[in-house]
């Protein structure tokens, strides 16, 4: 086959594919998209859209043809969620919650940011906060709890460490962990490649 | 629960406003129960979890932990009710998903059940604004009033996810220019400016912040200049994470920002129950206005005093 039937042939892969990723887009339920019509309602009512290079369109459009590139991009972890987009489709799509599911599919191939693992896998599983009040770094915020009268823990999984350990359990029984484990290592076969690339 | 009080709820706290705005929490607990709305704790309630980040890194996990916290609502037998916007598109979306689909229902409790939990529906989460608007209404809330302010000028900032998605809202549909929280601002004596693109997102949310903070700030930036630019005293919200981020994010914004800005910004940032007690002429430190410590580096981080100064001046 020419190579550049591959390069620049881009069809709808929704029906029949044998592309890993667009049968992971098709599993994910990523179909409701087919729907679209290349309108640019969803980017012209974008907030992010006006600051950075992240188009939804652009997004929406990669993710109907199966282009791997649209997870690997940093763009669509700068949609701040607003739902716009999502209310504003003439053809009724989601496209909130599909760039959401987009996400979870980056993760799931390694695609996650730093900033991002760190606050899933040390804050938000270790402590079931995503914004805690617990060690030494916090305790300025314990005694701020307490000048307005608070205890200074709220009565969350922070007063009730057996809450922390259900939480626990059912982000294992649900393959959270496995998940970040999984994506943590994908990252470091990805940085350990690129330096390889780089010295050669 | 007790008699003593019309309304029952269960307060479900989420992370930013006990850890970061605690002044919030505060706020919140004096007023409910001022107006006669018992606020029970959800003990061992954890993170909602976030929808942007959590919800967006795997959604099986988002669904099955906010199942876990709305069934701690539901062993007391009460709505479970937020005063963050985050946490209420998490339970309410949750919600709606799992009342909807009998077999995710299933699904998710079969998980609870290896922790001794089940959810079983039927309570709907509420959002605090929506207890003011909807539950007790606004003809409630005016015979709290005591005092209203005679010139204070006050820039509305809704928050996305209070409104949207509005087919899971209990708004009728209307997310592009809902006008409820500024009739509870009114009912104060204080005007409600309109000002460009006021039901823009603050740029928090959707794991923006934790990705890019200049990208959140400049956001903000783009809010905050159209806000100075109709003369707004305060701005008033009803989502702590919106909040951290006009607080927080104004400093953020005079350093990334400097060069385009002018002057820096310094607009107070004030969470709707504590403008609503005051009207109500309950002591300001059940509000969490009155800095009653010496410690550096907390919230808030923009000076609230212009404000101190306005109730001095309109309301003493």
Redesign the interface.
């Known amino acids: 086959m020419s190579e550049n039937v591959n390069k620049y042939i881009k069809r709808k892969v929704y029906k029949k594919t044998s592309s890993r990723i667009a049968q992971k887009f098709v599993d994910a339920g990523l179909q409701e998209i087919r729907a679209c019509i290349n309108c640019g309602t969803c980017t012209g009512s974008c907030?992010?859209g006006?600051?950075?290079a992240y188009r939804t369109r652009s997004a929406i459009r990669r993710a109907l043809t199966g282009d791997e590139s649209v997870l690997k991009d940093?763009d669509i972890?700068?949609?701040?969620?607003?739902?716009?987009c999502?209310?504003r489709c003439p053809r009724n799509i989601?496209v909130?919650d599909m760039i959401?599911?987009l996400?979870?599919i980056a993760?799931e191939e390694g695609y996650?940011?730093d900033?991002?693992f760190v606050?899933?896998n040390n804050i938000?599983y270790a402590t079931?906060?995503?914004?805690?009040?617990t060690g030494e770094n916090?305790k300025?915020?314990r005694?701020?709890?307490e000048?307005?009268?608070?205890p200074p823990l709220?009565?969350?999984?922070h007063?009730?460490p057996?809450?922390?350990k259900?939480?626990q359990?059912?982000?294992k029984?649900?393959?959270?962990k496995k998940?970040m484990d999984n994506a943590a290592k994908l990252k470091e076969e990805r940085a350990k490649a690129e330096k390889k690339d780089k010295e050669e | 629960m007790s008699e003593d009080y019309k309304w029952h709820y269960g307060f479900f706290?989420g992370?930013?406003i006990?850890?970061?705005y605690?002044?919030i929490?505060?706020s919140i607990r004096s007023v409910f129960d001022h107006l006669g709305a018992e606020m029970l704790?959800?003990?061992?309630?954890?993170?909602c979890?976030?929808?942007?980040?959590?919800?967006?890194?795997?959604?099986?996990?988002w669904l099955?932990?906010a199942a876990?916290n709305i069934s701690i609502a539901e062993e007391i037998g009460v709505n479970p009710i937020t005063g963050c916007n985050g946490c209420y598109g998490t339970l309410r979306d949750a919600w709606y998903e799992l009342e909807h689909e009998y077999e995710l229902k299933k699904e998710v409790n079969e998980?609870?059940a290896?922790?001794g939990?089940t959810y079983k529906g039927n309570l709907e989460p509420k959002h605090v604004v929506q207890a003011l608007y909807l539950d007790m209404g606004l003809d409630h809330l005016k015979d709290y009033i005591k005092f209203t302010f005679s010139d204070l000028k006050i820039a509305v900032h809704y928050g996305?996810?209070i409104v949207?998605?509005?087919d899971k809202r209990p708004w009728d549909g209307e997310?592009?220019v809902p006008r409820f929280l500024d009739e509870i601002v009114e009912l104060t004596g204080a005007k409600s400016v309109d000002y460009k693109d006021k039901y823009?997102?603050c740029?928090?949310?959707?794991?923006?912040r934790?990705?890019?903070k200049e990208?959140?700030a400049?956001?903000t930036r783009?809010k905050l200049m159209n806000i100075r630019e109709v003369g707004a005293d305060i701005i008033i919200n009803c989502c702590p994470f919106c909040h951290l981020q006009l607080d927080l994010g104004q400093v953020e914004v005079n350093n990334f920002y400097a060069d385009i800005i002018g002057e820096p910004f310094n607009i107070p940032v004030i969470y709707i129950t504590q403008l609503l007690g005051v009207a109500f002429g309950m002591d300001p430190?059940?509000l969490?206005l009155i800095?009653?410590?010496e410690?550096?580096?907390?919230?808030p981080f923009i000076s609230i005093d212009p404000f101190l100064n306005i109730i001095k001046n309109q309301l003493i």
Not at chain 1, 173 to 176: C, D, I, K, L, N
């Open positions: 907030p992010s006006r600051r950075t940093i972890w700068l949609c701040s969620t607003c739902y716009y999502y209310e989601p909130t959401i599911k996400r979870n993760v996650i940011l900033s991002h606050l899933a938000f079931g906060h995503g914004v805690p009040a916090n300025k915020w005694d701020l709890r000048s307005y009268g608070l709220p009565p969350t999984v007063s009730y057996e809450a922390v259900e939480c359990e059912l982000m029984a649900v393959g959270f998940l | 706290l992370c930013v006990p850890n970061r605690p002044m929490e505060a704790d959800l003990p061992g309630a954890s993170c979890p976030a929808p942007g980040v959590f919800r967006a890194f795997h959604i099986p996990t099955v932990i876990r998980y609870l290896k922790i939990r996305c996810h949207k998605p509005s997310y592009e823009m997102c740029g928090a949310g959707g794991a923006v934790t990705a890019v990208v959140a400049d956001f783009e430190n059940l969490g800095k009653n410590h410690l550096t580096g907390v919230s």
